[in-house]
């Protein structure tokens, strides 16, 4: 894969990210689907850590399959994603979302 294919299917990810509304969650294999990379869920993690810092593209709306945060759980970054989830009115009950009820079905 070249470097402009790459940074295409990394934009496209981040496109669909950046779609997903507030309240509401995808999965990571959802996401690959949706950016036309079907099978490449792990794509979408390398994807979600190339982006800057100060992002706007909701990043921690995505979860895995089962609707549970990937972070090691008490880790930094699972604190935060949990906490940027529940301010975005979703409810997380130990580190799982409700994936019937908060699901982005566009």
Do not use: C
């Not at 992002?55 to 945060?69: A, C, H, K």
């Amino acid at each position: 894969m070249t470097v402009t294919q790459a940074n295409e299917r990394i934009q496209a990810i981040w496109f669909v990210v950046s779609q997903i509304p507030k309240g509401k969650v995808s999965s990571y294999g959802q996401v690959a689907r949706m950016a036309g990379l079907p099978g490449l869920s792990r794509y979408v993690g390398y994807a979600l850590k190339q982006l800057p810092e100060e992002t706007e593209i909701p990043w921690f709306r995505v979860l895995n399959s089962q609707g549970r945060i990937s972070f090691p759980t008490g880790s930094p970054a699972y604190l935060r994603q949990q906490s940027q989830l529940i301010l975005d009115g979703v409810e997380v009950q130990q580190g799982k979302v409700n994936l019937k009820h908060f699901g982005w079905a566009p």
